[in-house]
């Protein structure tokens, strides 16, 4: 995930340049300035806007490579639980699925630890987990909604801020100084379409990523209710496959009325 960072801050860059036509509209053919002058141009509020940037290149990317198959259900993973499961050997099943983190081998490790409390147990144990992966990744989606609804909002307040400015440079000057007032102008310009430009991908990665993840979350079901269709419950019943460590002693009420009993025996 390091990588996908560093391509999302490269890619955020590129973003960049696409806010500032609004500016580059306003300059005369021998006027030129660079791109961070033009950006600077753009107010206080591209300093908020260019982290919304690099979050919704950061953002998409990163869901991109989670909702994958490769990584929902890899491929190492499905063929590791089928072999045991045909073997019967749900213990090294278990062990396996925990000794390789996924999404699919949390999900068949959560229906191992409950194979032993019958069926019901076990689908309820594997619907809780693909809850909480589905949970998970729709939190990272809906922040790319969260960033289309809040860039608008933050070129808007750029935009008033302008044209404050441009107000303040009227009282001031008058309408005979018409650079201070070109320079507020093309600083509304900036900051209304920057806030537009990361709003719409970030609108267009959440509704696609939304449903991408949607199909994932489909396929990594089918693939658990299939491991366990048709399962032995009856002979795996009290059977403690995950052997891990339990916490949850008897009441201590019932130790208490236990312990005079066996010192009158």
Same mark, same amino acid.
């Given at each position: 995930?390091?990588?996908?960072?560093?391509?999302?801050?490269?890619?955020?860059?590129? /973003?960049?340049?696409?806010?500032?036509?609004?500016?580059?509209?306003?300059?005369?053919?021998?006027?030129?300035?660079?791109?961070?002058?033009?950006?600077?141009?753009? #107010?206080?509020?591209?300093?908020?806007?260019?982290?919304?940037?690099?979050?919704?290149?950061?953002?998409?990317?990163?869901?991109?490579?989670?909702?994958?198959?490769? &990584?929902?259900?890899?491929?190492?993973?499905? &063929?590791?639980?089928?072999?045991?499961?045909?073997?019967?050997?749900?213990? +090294?099943?278990?062990?396996?699925?925990?000794?390789?983190?996924?999404?699919?081998?949390?999900?068949?490790?959560?229906?191992? *630890? $409950?194979?032993?409390? #019958?069926?019901?147990? +076990?689908?309820?144990?594997?619907?809780?987990?693909?809850?909480?992966? &589905?949970?998970?990744?729709?939190?990272?989606? &809906?922040?790319? *909604?969260?960033?289309?609804?809040?860039?608008?909002?933050?070129?808007? /307040?750029?935009?008033? *801020?302008?044209?404050?400015?441009?107000?303040?440079?009227?009282?001031? *000057?008058?309408?005979?100084? +018409? $650079?201070?007032?070109? #320079?507020?102008?093309?600083?509304?310009?900036?900051?209304?379409?920057? #806030?537009?430009?990361?709003?719409?991908?970030?609108?267009?990665?959440?509704?696609?990523?939304?449903?991408?993840?949607?199909?994932?979350?489909?396929?990594?079901?089918?693939?658990?209710?299939? /491991?366990?269709?048709?399962?032995?419950? =009856?002979?795996?019943?009290?059977? =403690?496959?995950?052997?891990?460590?339990?916490?949850?002693?008897?009441?201590?009420?019932?130790?208490?009325?236990?312990?005079?009993?066996?010192?009158?025996?």
């Amino acid at each position: 995930m390091k990588n996908a960072a560093k391509f999302a801050a490269y890619a955020a860059l590129m /973003l960049l340049p696409m806010v500032a036509f609004g500016a580059d509209a306003q300059q005369s053919a021998e006027v030129k300035k660079t791109f961070i002058q033009v950006l600077k141009e753009g #107010g206080w509020c591209m300093y908020p806007i260019g982290a919304f940037s690099v979050g919704t290149v950061w953002l998409i990317i990163d869901l991109w490579l989670r909702t994958n198959a490769k &990584n929902m259900i890899p491929d190492a993973d499905v &063929n590791a639980a089928k072999q045991a499961f045909m073997a019967g050997d749900y213990v +090294t099943a278990y062990q396996a699925m925990k000794a390789a983190p996924s999404p699919f081998s949390n999900v068949i490790q959560a229906g191992l *630890s $409950s194979v032993g409390h #019958g069926k019901d147990a +076990t689908e309820e144990a594997l619907q809780a987990e693909v809850d909480k992966v &589905n949970s998970t990744l729709q939190t990272r989606v &809906n922040y790319l *909604s969260v960033i289309g609804v809040c860039s608008p909002m933050v070129g808007l /307040l750029g935009t008033v *801020s302008g044209m404050r400015g441009a107000f303040a440079s009227l009282g001031s *000057s008058g309408i005979g100084d +018409t $650079s201070k007032l070109a #320079g507020h102008i093309g600083e509304v310009l900036i900051a209304t379409a920057s #806030g537009l430009f990361i709003a719409i991908p970030a609108f267009m990665g959440f509704y696609f990523l939304r449903n991408k993840l949607q199909t994932a979350i489909h396929h990594l079901e089918t693939e658990a209710a299939a /491991l366990f269709r048709n399962a032995p419950y =009856d002979y795996l019943r009290d059977a =403690d496959v995950g052997q891990e460590e339990t916490f949850a002693a008897m009441p201590l009420w019932l130790q208490t009325e236990q312990a005079p009993e066996q010192e009158s025996v």
